[in-house]
Structures are given as C-alpha cells and as structure tokens.
C-alpha cells in the first residue's frame, strides 16, 4: 500500500528565512507526487507536481519542492518565507492507476 | 469562472439525521471525489467516481452514500448510520480519474458539518 509520511506537525520559521516542509513516500512504480495548501476553513490549492523530469519542481508563490528518489522525498522549499505563507500543508502522492494519498498535513508558521 | 461549488459552507444536524452535501463543477471533469478532513488526521477518501452513473467506495465509505447521475453533480449524504460524522468534507475533481497524467485535483471551499 502507497503511504505519504510528513513527519514535522508544525514549522515554525521567521519571515525573510528559508523554509522547507519535508514529505515522504512509499509508491511503487514511478511516483506523481503533488503539494497542496490550505488556509482556514477553505479548500486545498495546488501548488505543484513532480510527474516527470527535472527533480526540482517550481510552482505557485515562490515555492519549489525538490524530488529525491534515492531518499524517497520531495520537502517543500522557499527561499524567503513570507508572513501569508502561513498555512497547512499537504503531501500527496500516487501511482499510475491508483488514488491520491495524502499526508497528515504541516502547520507552517511564519512570524514577522 | 470554472470551478467547484461546494453548499451549504456551515451546517448543523441532530443526531439521527440525514443530511446532504452538494458539490457542482463546471470544469468538465469526469472524475469527482469526496475526502473527510479531522484535525491531524489528513485527508480520507470517502468516495470517488470516475464516470457518470458510476462509482467507487473510498477508504471510509460506511454511514455515506453518493449519486453521480450528471457529469456536474455529485451529492454525497451523511446517513444517521455514520458514528462520527461531525468534520469538514472537502469535494474534488479532476481531469481524468485513475490514467498517468491525471494532473492535480482541483478542490471546493468544503462544507463544514456539525452533529449537535
């Protein structure tokens, strides 16, 4: 069975530092792996996915998440963390054929 | 704008009640999915569906039923028979359902429901 693990409940990180949300997976076969965001009682947003290709992916507001298939991760990074960036974070990841699985989710906190 | 409309945002039931979470999309997606947030628990998928007139149980799909009768649509009911059913639930869809380059899934602002 495909499993996604974030193993950081909550990041806590100053405004202007870099930021970075660390995922794991277990998938078999080649892996699609995406990163979503959600703000208060609101929807998940998309923010990017790694299907193929260059194992840095750049995506929504800044941020970029970085494949390692050797470690079995794609960490959420930013350089330059900014206040509104404070939100939850979710790992997801699939194979060809099967449903996404999402992580627990990581409260990142941006302070000024 | 194309996009997924969840209704009602905030609603509150007793127990032994049915109640039913709309969710309408005009994306043309075929694929459309319900997912149970809890606080720290992530997303759980509830049911999906792929086509019309067809679909699937999620991981925790007892004390839910759902209908897929037009492409747009897909309610989903919280039947009295589901134990816990107070939590936020989150309706998307996507492109295609289950093919390689199915892409991300685009998500509704959700339906918070309160069991009083």
């Known amino acids: 069975a495909q499993s996604v693990a974030q193993p950081e409940d909550q990041v806590n990180v100053a405004e202007g530092n870099p930021l970075t949300v660390k995922c794991t997976y277990s998938?078999?076969?080649?892996?699609?792996l995406f990163w979503y965001v959600q703000y208060p009682n609101r929807g998940l947003q998309f923010l990017l996915k790694?299907?193929?290709?260059?194992?840095l992916v750049k995506g929504s507001y800044g941020f970029e998440a970085e494949f390692n298939k050797s470690q079995t991760s794609f960490h959420l990074k930013k350089p330059s963390a900014l206040v509104s960036d404070s939100a939850l974070y979710f790992c997801?990841?699939?194979?060809?054929?099967?449903?996404?699985?999402f992580g627990g989710g990581t409260r990142l906190m941006v302070k000024p | 704008d194309g996009g997924i409309t969840q209704s009602p945002k905030y609603l509150f039931r007793k127990e032994g009640q049915n109640v039913t979470l709309s969710c309408e999309q005009n994306?043309?997606?075929?694929?459309m999915y319900w997912y149970r947030q809890d606080p720290g628990q992530g997303l759980r998928l509830i049911y999906y569906s792929q086509i019309v007139n067809d679909f699937q149980k999620g991981d925790i799909a007892e004390g839910y039923s759902v209908s897929r009768e037009k492409k747009e649509s897909f309610p989903l009911t919280v039947t009295s028979a589901q134990k816990n059913p107070t939590a936020f639930y989150l309706c998307?869809?996507?492109?295609?359902?289950?093919?390689?380059?199915?892409?991300?899934?685009?998500f509704g602002e959700g339906s918070r429901l309160t069991v009083l």
């Open positions: 790694y299907i193929t290709g260059d194992n």
């Open positions: 998938v078999s076969g080649n892996p699609y």
């Open positions: 994306l043309n997606h075929d694929a």
């Open positions: 998307a869809s996507s492109i295609k359902g289950l093919e390689p380059n199915t892409g991300e899934l685009f």
């Open positions: 997801a990841a699939r194979n060809a054929g099967n449903m996404l699985t």
